[in-house]
């Protein structure tokens, strides 16, 4: 499984952007659970949203209301809106991929050791 992610950059405060994470090597009617995570400099990596092949989401209380998860099956492509940009939002960006799960679960964004593939990240900065 490879992860690219892409559609980060510098956004002013209350602003928006939508990260996308491509996704090869595994089919969709596979089990998984796809995630977004983010690790500020000096932070540990931190869980914000994921989605499950049966498209069930979770998210951060941190991110509840301005993050949106949501997955395109036909491109296989993972991808996160996020609104109302904050400078702590300010962070690299990773998809994760675990293909080896039914579902997300509620620990699926607090044991990033669970997840068995990342992306590269993409660099989120709002001033």
């Known amino acids: 499984v490879q992860l690219v992610e892409s559609g980060g950059g510098s956004v002013q405060a209350g602003g928006s952007l939508r990260l996308s994470c491509v996704a090869t090597g595994y089919h969709d009617s596979q089990n998984y659970c796809l995630g977004w995570y983010r690790q500020a400099p000096g932070k540990e990596r931190e869980g914000v949203a994921a989605i499950d092949g049966a498209g069930s989401t979770i998210y951060a209380d941190s991110v509840k209301g301005r993050f949106t998860v949501s997955k395109d099956n036909a491109k296989t492509t993972l991808y996160l809106e996020i609104n109302n940009l904050k400078p702590e939002d300010t962070a690299i960006y990773y998809c994760?991929?675990?293909?080896?799960?039914?579902?997300?679960?509620?620990?699926?964004?607090?044991?990033?050791?669970?997840?068995?593939?990342w992306g590269q990240g993409t660099q989120v900065t709002v001033s």
């Open positions: 994760a991929a675990d293909p080896f799960v039914n579902y997300c679960s509620s620990s699926s964004l607090s044991r990033p050791g669970d997840f068995d593939y």
